[in-house]
C-alpha cells in the first residue's frame, strides 16, 4: 500500500493561491492520483486526479479552471495549484491514491493522505 504524506494548505483570502503537495512512498501501483476535499456538514467530494503515467486530468465542474494538478514521477510526488480561490472552496483537502480508474469517488480509493486544511476568507 501506498503512503502519502501531505503538505501545504492555510488561510488565503478570497482570490488568492494556494499549493498543496504530496508525496508517496511504499508501492506506488496505484495507477491514479489526485484531491478530494471535505467541508464541515458535507460529503468528501472529488476535486481533480491525474494518472502516474500519461499525466491525463480530470477536474470537478466547480474548479475546472481554476486548479491544476499536475505530478513528478521523479520525485512521487503531485500537486494542487489552487488559483482564484474562493470562501466556497474552505475544507479539508485529501490527497488520494487509487488502482482504479477514473477516480471520482471516495469509493474508489486505495490510500489516503492525513488531510490539510485550506480557508479561504471573504
Known amino acids: 500500500q501506498v503512503r502519502l504524506v501531505e503538505s501545504g494548505g492555510g488561510l488565503v483570502q478570497a482570490g488568492g493561491s494556494l499549493r498543496l503537495s504530496c508525496a508517496a512512498s511504499?508501492?506506488?501501483?496505484?495507477?491514479?492520483i489526485g484531491w478530494f476535499r471535505q467541508a464541515p456538514g458535507k460529503e468528501r467530494e472529488f476535486v481533480a486526479s491525474?494518472?502516474?503515467?500519461?499525466?491525463?486530468?480530470y477536474y470537478a465542474e466547480s474548479v475546472s479552471g481554476r486548479f491544476t494538478v499536475s505530478r513528478d514521477n521523479a520525485k512521487k510526488t503531485f500537486y494542487l495549484q489552487m488559483n482564484s480561490l474562493k470562501p466556497e472552496d474552505t475544507a479539508v483537502y485529501y490527497c488520494a491514491a487509487s488502482g482504479a480508474y477514473p477516480m471520482r469517488t471516495p469509493r474508489v480509493v486505495g490510500s489516503w493522505g492525513q488531510g490539510t486544511q485550506v480557508s479561504v476568507s471573504s
Open positions: 491525474i494518472t502516474w503515467d500519461a499525466g491525463v486530468t
Open positions: 511504499g508501492r506506488t501501483s496505484e495507477y491514479t
